[in-house]
């Protein structure tokens, strides 16, 4: 399945490349190549956005996308 369709956003940091409706869920999507000083690189066929749960505070998790070249396995 290809990469969904991200739909940029003005003011943001460059690193996120934009947001992403996923099952009702408008999630960010954080391109880490950038965030390294990497140029923006193009979406392609292996290009995913892996789903990721990061702890904000104490028993509160926000949950935002990584776009990342390829995924060869998904553990849970």
């Given at each position: 399945?290809?990469?969904?369709e991200?739909?940029?956003?003005?003011?943001?940091?460059p690193?996120?490349?934009?947001?992403?409706?996923?099952?009702?869920?408008?999630?960010?999507?954080?391109?880490?190549?950038?965030?390294?000083?990497?140029?923006?690189?193009?979406?392609?066929?292996?290009?995913?956005?892996?789903?990721?749960?990061?702890?904000?505070?104490?028993?509160?998790?926000?949950?935002?996308?990584?776009?990342?070249?390829?995924?060869?396995?998904?553990?849970?």
């Amino acid at each position: 399945m290809p990469c969904p369709e991200l739909t940029r956003v003005p003011s943001l940091p460059p690193a996120v490349r934009g947001v992403v409706n996923v099952r009702g869920m408008v999630l960010a999507v954080i391109d880490p190549s950038v965030m390294f000083g990497q140029p923006e690189r193009p979406l392609t066929g292996w290009s995913c956005i892996v789903i990721v749960d990061v702890p904000n505070a104490p028993g509160d998790a926000g949950v935002v996308g990584v776009l990342v070249d390829s995924v060869a396995q998904v553990v849970e």
